[in-house]
């Protein structure tokens, strides 16, 4: 007997991984169907630990499933995205879905095609503090939002060969502030970005640590997030969102529930990284996800959604290279806001 | 494909279901293999909502599994047990395994004689907040243990039909606090109970709903446990060790991670049950379970535990009947601690 | 031009200096207006330091002075008081009046007889969370109270010297506890206290470091009280009242209102002593006599509240050292209530 | 006998008369030697309630006094300050000290000719909680400073009256974060500025309630500052440094500390107003200024720190007002640094 859908993982990277654990024991509409990287030999070794079959092809992999996950590295998420779309498989994908907004915009419209439930990876709009805040505000609960605050912030730097392929500072690290500030507030039409490098080996590739991005909001609600690669004391995420009648803050800085006191002073732990402070919000999206496909209902992250959180990240990497703001016109159709941007005249 | 041990589940009580649960949906090292319930319309709404066989006898459930999970009401644990045992099931039983004592003693001894792994659920042994405290105090970190302090607090006492068959407010309340006092602490040797009874229901029964018990640990250190039926304001768990050179307070008071302000006033939610509170230990004393049984290890609470904490209760019950406290002489045997009860010459 | 009433101080000791310090520069409604000390090099020290004047004897203090703050070695505590009330000096007087009951009776009477204000040094009827928590109590909003919880815990424990004329424990650190008690929630009718010494040089002296006290009120709750002379970690005073409406928790574990992150960890400091935790309450609490005697209103801690909790504190000592509880008989009288105490028959 | 400073008060408005309370009661180093308002009727009846003299001329009380505390209406702060150090007499000067900056440096000139002591109304500096973590970061304890957060929030919008003379937002409220910037992380090279206005009133007006500042400091680091009048849950002050060893955050969100727990909820109170919040921070910072006029030592606010942080203001408001940076350029001077602004060029 095996669990609701059968899910096939392409990529078995850190947050292949994660999928990988939580596909296989925690996700009570889903299983893990089938395994696949481009190294056998990590797809043999995870399929065994997890007692799973492997496949040395992306198209085994969809023979074996009826959704895909794909957690692949960023430049084949797009083309394995939409193989499994025109195979009629419904696709979990990993952000970005491309660091190339064309192929982007292509994977988007081929899962519409092919009328597949296609989610992104914006894992916050499924952790249980998040979701259980954001309700409230979206039930009215804050009255009218007035401003908009969130911090993003990475214990230590990655591996400089990370960056590479990362898409730089905001696609790879601001783009999911963006995408709650969309979630929790409502649509951008102005980003303003700073950044500064208070690493030097960033400095050296032209590149920043950290960074300031200030959103104006089509309420007329200002929003400011703050992001930061070298935060050093540890793994970092909160939002606050002031309304007229109230003013929600999430925050969960201990990992561990206790308290330890030495003379003169108590302390807690705090979170290292993000696998440490979102379990329950990895679990969450692929279950979700599930719950989708089975339930014929609608993803909580779309293709346009990731488009649109790209987009603002963008435009915060035009604003942090030009020293201007630029202006964004987000446009609502049929399946989901789309932006258009046009840089503020100088 | 299936996961792990395959576990059979009888009794789909409130406890049950949380097992059905974790079982079926958040064990990487056990399955729901069958579930069992007095009443069959139950299992079989159980069995169909999880996708899990059922059967209508108890036998017919240890056919379809390795281990069995006992969460029968309180009268059946020792003899479902007992069948397990002599059947060569391992056994996760529920507390107390009986509220005889002989019944209990009984039980330990058939499992012991079978060789199965047989655990007993005191849950907060596996809470991450618990393990992680303890396992600093297990290694000396607060120096020698000079107080311990925990509370054990439900919002809203439970359907008086239930108190009928509980045991009495010491075995059904604060055997818990009194297995977490050995578990991180060490033996005791003097129990004195103190209780009442805020609410008047309880009273006319001869019961109580509000209890203090004070603890000596053979180590010298004093011990307090507060216990409530009636709290109000919700479930609350939290324990304090106190070290010569450190001292450690495990309390979790939020369920969700974010805070709500209102005009002059700060607000965060508290957990209303054991269920909102100890998710992640319930999932996780299965699985530590499964994990014994498949690599062969000793469980973390095992019978003689079981046994131990419910010999405090009722001392704690004696010395609340009598007003006095209640000597205890913990003697060491080959696979555990016994203890043997002598009342204070008053 | 100088402030509100003179107070003239008597003792220059650790409480003295607080006190001396609030009355030259804190307080709205009264002024320094001489001190003395038995040590007259100390007293000319304290003196020029504050800017006020000096006198070598007691006599000479009370003519300089409308009032007087006594704050010697507990020994003379009575004697002082009385002459100053005879002398018709209002009088504030640290806890305890007296180790001796007659004495303590004698001064209480004294002051009566004279009918001048008598406070003594309760200083948490003045700390301004306690006052906060305690109106709201007082006003309803907790309902019925079912369970009291309270601990004080020092630092590190004091001087041998200083415990020889200290009167106990019980006397010496559990009676601020037992007065919150009797504020808060009211009469106590039992009290059952165990005790121990974590630090061996305690038992060399018959004495104890650690003790727990449980209560019993006139209205049926329980209360229970942790006291530690040696908690290491800080200087710890908290309360917690549950009630059928709400619960209030009163807890100030910070000193400064600013965390540390270092990798991993969050921290904040911790009081290390009472003037580190009660600074504005030490403050309030002359102030508060200041405005009893310039008002005519009757004091928050009268001699007989400091009596009752001199007595609470004595049952306590009986109760651990015969290993029994013991029964109390608060009885109303017109100036407030006396306890009068029956052992529990063995 | 009288404490310490003789001051002279001028000005009984809201902060003159926090200034008076503390002056009068609150200061070991100085004294309230007489009070001076614009309204005669004022003057005297505060000065009956503290029982000080008072006078109706300002030269009254310069003749009264050896130090004058200037919290008038900010239109007058440069006049009565240049008047009183003409005078000899040492000046404390509510911010800002004037709106016009030829007047303000007419005065910080006027106050060093003079040889007086001259200090300004920043009181954040002098809050133990502020002093206690810019402490250790002055001493490095966080190693290089990577990023700086600030926020300050008023929990209501002030009278529109009062809005005509205060200078506009940043000048009013943003002053406090620069000067918090300056004396925590140093010299501010480039400021950005948005603001909104979440109340139609202040839209109204052409002024904003809301607003997010972007700092670039010298040091290479990041800062950002938000500020609101309209945060309705209270007010808050909070700051956060962040540096490559540890990372520093200053909070105080609890005005009383106590717990109130109702069914599922646990709540706190918020300090409503600046009173509320920086009660030791207004004592501590008069005392500072008599403490500085008595040991011959230099004020922790000088003037030209007021001067500085008025220039960052401006810059802010030029910033907001043609959305582009505003580069600065701080030139060291015998005295202390001075602002030089340039407009970045467009």
Redesign the interface.
């Known amino acids: 007997?095996?669990?609701g859908l059968a899910v096939g993982l392409a990529g078995l990277g850190r947050m292949g991984r994660i999928h990988a654990?939580n596909l296989?024991?925690?996700?009570?509409s889903a299983?893990l169907a089938c395994v696949f990287d481009a190294d056998p030999v990590v797809a043999a070794a995870v399929a065994e630990r997890l007692?799973?079959?492997w496949t040395a092809s992306y198209d085994g992999l969809l023979d074996a499933c009826a959704a895909v996950a794909v957690a692949t590295s960023t430049g084949s998420h797009a083309d394995l995205a939409v193989a499994a779309a025109e195979a009629g498989r419904h696709v979990f994908c990993e952000k970005p879905i491309s660091l190339d907004r064309a192929a982007a915009l292509t994977t988007v419209h081929a899962a519409a095609r092919a009328g597949i439930v296609f989610q992104v990876g914006f894992h916050r709009r499924f952790d249980?503090?998040?979701v259980?805040?954001n309700e409230?505000i979206q039930a009215g609960e804050l009255g009218?939002v007035?401003?908009f605050?969130t911090s993003l912030r990475d214990?230590n730097p990655p591996d400089p060969a990370y960056l590479t392929g990362s898409g730089g500072f905001f696609v790879d690290v601001t783009v999911h502030d963006l995408d709650v500030a969309r979630w929790m507030v409502g649509e951008v039409v102005e980003v303003?970005a700073?950044?500064?490098?208070?690493d030097p080996a960033f400095a050296a590739i032209g590149d920043i640590d950290?960074?300031?991005v200030?959103l104006?909001f089509a309420g007329?609600?200002?929003g400011?997030i703050?992001n930061?690669r070298?935060?050093?004391?540890?793994y970092e995420c909160s939002t606050e969102v002031?309304?007229?009648?109230?003013?929600?803050?999430?925050?969960?800085?201990?990992r561990?529930?206790?308290?330890?006191?030495?003379?003169?002073?108590?302390?807690?732990?705090?979170p290292?990284d993000f696998e440490e402070r979102y379990p329950q919000a990895y679990a969450a999206e692929v279950e979700g996800f599930a719950r989708c496909v089975l339930d014929g209902t609608a993803p909580r992250v779309t293709g346009l959604d990731a488009l649109a959180a790209f987009d603002l990240a963008m435009a915060a990497d035009v604003s942090w290279r030009t020293?201007r703001?630029v202006a964004l016109t987000p446009r609502p159709t049929a399946t989901g806001v789309v932006y258009e941007t046009e840089e503020?005249p100088?």
Chains 1, 2, 3, 4 share one sequence.
């Open positions: 007997m095996t669990r654990e296989a024991a925690r996700c009570a299983h007692d799973v079959p249980p503090d998040w259980a805040a409230r009218e007035t401003f605050r214990m303003t700073h950044g500064a490098a208070s950290t960074a300031v200030v104006r007329g609600a200002l400011v703050d930061s070298s935060a050093r004391y540890g002031m309304g007229s009648l109230a003013t929600a803050r999430i925050d969960a800085p201990r561990r529930g206790y308290e330890w006191r030495t003379p003169g002073l108590a302390s807690h732990d705090l290292r020293g703001s503020v100088a």
